[in-house]
DNA sequence: CTGAAAGCGCTTACAG
DNA sequence: CTGAAAGCGCTTACAG
């Protein structure tokens, strides 16, 4: 292997010292710009490339931030991810991704290694059943920005990056009453997590504004996976008074579910309409193509990485931020559109 | 900030040397059992954790491997990563995941970066447009070991890790034409790349030992995603012999332009039949739904972290491996059966 | 089984 | 604008 060059090898070859060298390669202020042209040249020349480790051991920082997610394999994930790699990548900083799985145990392990790698910052979505914040204490001990984003912990003074799943839930909702329909069964995930049960809130607000008694046995927690939406199916066929709607927080789910009741020969839009959550790709390929509400997934990744190196470099503070809220949108499509039928 | 725990912190409260304490924390054999206690104990007690940085600068290693993908977003590439994070997590690597955005010019960019990162290794799989692989040769020069996963480079001795995208697409086609179809239409991406040029080869050798001559007209090169699937559509409707049949190089494409031909009030599978490719839950979800080939994504990110590890430890040496090849499968759904409807 | 000592390649407070 | 020197926290060849 090719002897590594350092700043030392550009020291020797230009006579200077190997500190000018390290304030040249690193554009400081105070060196003279001819010497800084030299240094660059002989860098260029030698093939020099500095030291991460070197570099970080002194500065104590690594210009890394970690990220934790439920699952790396989601449309509303890979895409948050997505956003964050492309910021990351402009910024100079290095992304260390893990996924808990969706098991608390899992994440508790990725909060440990996170915090082993001496990650800059951590970016957390957290699992289903996460019900505790002890794992995330050694990183606020150690004054390391922790942002929360999508399924967030409250409580915490950490900030956080959500949109408006009230709103959402609301304007889901109110949509379908607004189609004529009364009888809105709502399918949903873990009711501990922030994002359903912000959902679940905006659905009753809806209900309630239009006086529509809210029954619990229209509210159903799932996995919010495909094969919950084909067990969904299962079990509307089998009820004796259906819904006339559904509102389910997730789109591959709705999918999978419009897709088996369609072979039960339940018509969607018509006996029953639907609503999704996440414009996934997949809600524009159905037929009918499915109403849901647009998540700014990449602008998500994109903001919260973008609020972290503000953060860490000083030109934003965080500790008085409580929330970023992102807007999302009402998308209607034929899944819900009882009069018309699309041309 | 609290001051972190060294080695030094340790080795004092204990009146031993930092170099044992360093030995036992790394549980080196010749050290005895009862100082490793010892050391863990204080360890734990103390709240140390190790400093990377130190640890690598000395070393000249970093338990990091790189991994440049076209996109994190697609259900492959999604998929193939949350295989590559589980295997690199429980051997305690760290992952550095960038993605070229099918763009070669990035692409160069992220390399340079993965190289001055000092990954001890990098996965690649390349863009569309990737026609060099000049930016590749500073980690061979280095013997920094490659492997090309999924969208190869040939002809540079890097081992690969693909699927017999021609034993694929000889099977999606010849499946089709034991349905009774002629004139399949081949929609692929950009056949530089070996997944479309495998594919493409497997289909001409489907029509030619089944006397089909192969027409160029029938080989349409797309961005095979979403709008792609869409104008497929158009084109068909459009044309005064139409094809039979399609074969898709992607799900998502596939699913797009079946939703597009249907709204068109052609048939599918009886006017045209679709064969598509990945398996993309997708597929699982439309009506009819999708005959594809199941491409083994997890296990194909599993097995390459798990290769680069074991070359990296030594227990496996990868100079000599050319190629290793996943099972594929092909997956008989609707959209593809003429005689007889599911039940 | 353990220790003393050197060194990995940087950065920066201090001095001039 | 530049330099000498110390130190970040480890690991390991050498010695015993």
Redesign the interface.
């Known amino acids: 292997?090719?002897k590594e060059i350092t700043i030392y090898d550009i020291a020797n070859q230009l006579q200077i010292s190997p500190a000018t060298v390290s304030r040249a390669l690193n554009n400081h202020p105070a060196i003279n710009e001819k010497t800084k042209v030299l240094v660059n040249a002989k860098a260029e020349e030698l093939g020099y490339?500095?030291?991460?480790?070197?570099s970080?051991?002194r500065k104590q920082s690594?210009s890394t931030i970690g990220v934790i997610v439920p699952?790396?394999?989601?449309?509303i994930?890979?895409?948050v991810?997505?956003g964050m790699?492309?910021i990351a990548?402009e910024e100079g900083f290095?992304?260390?991704?893990?996924?808990s799985l969706e098991s608390q145990k899992k994440e508790i392990a990725?909060a440990q290694?996170m915090?082993?790698?001496?990650v800059d910052g951590l970016l957390v979505s957290v699992a289903f059943d996460t019900d505790s914040f002890e794992h995330f204490q050694p990183f606020l001990?150690?004054?390391i920005p922790l942002i929360f984003f999508d399924r967030i912990l409250e409580n915490n003074n950490c900030p956080s990056i959500v949109i408006d799943n009230t709103k959402a839930g609301y304007e889901a909702t109110n949509h379908l009453i607004q189609q004529g329909r009364s009888n809105i069964l709502h399918i949903t995930g873990n009711l501990q997590r922030n994002v359903y049960a912000d959902r679940l809130k905006g659905y009753q607000q809806a209900l309630l504004e239009n006086e529509i008694p809210f029954q619990k046995e229209f509210l159903w927690e799932t996995a919010l996976n495909?094969e919950a939406?084909k067990e969904v199916a299962q079990r509307i066929k089998a009820m004796p008074n259906r819904p006339d709607a559904l509102f389910i927080a997730s789109d591959?789910c709705a999918?999978?579910c419009?897709?088996a009741l369609?072979?039960m020969g339940i018509d969607v839009p018509n006996d029953i309409s639907v609503v999704g959550f996440n414009n996934d790709?997949?809600a524009?390929?159905?037929?009918p193509?499915l109403t849901t509400i647009h998540y700014p997934a990449k602008e998500m990744g994109e903001i919260a990485v973008k609020s972290m190196i503000n953060h860490l470099k000083g030109t934003m503070n965080l500790d008085k931020t409580n929330a970023i809220t992102l807007r999302s949108e009402l998308i209607v499509r034929e899944s819900s559109r009882i009069i018309e039928h699309?041309a």
């Not at 490339?49 to 070197?54: E, T």
């Not at 290095?94 to 996924?99: A, K, P, V, Y």
């Not at 915090?115 to 001496?118: A, D, V, W």
């Not at 524009?284 to 037929?287: P, R």
Request: proline share 2%; glycine share 2%; charged share 20%.
């Open positions: 292997m090719a490339r500095s030291n991460k480790f070197a970080n051991l690594t699952r790396l394999n989601s449309y994930m890979s895409t991810l997505a790699e492309k990548n290095n992304l260390i991704i893990s996924q990725n290694t915090f082993n790698s001496r001990k150690k004054k495909l939406g591959l999918v999978a419009i897709s369609k072979e790709p997949v524009q390929v159905i037929a193509k699309s």
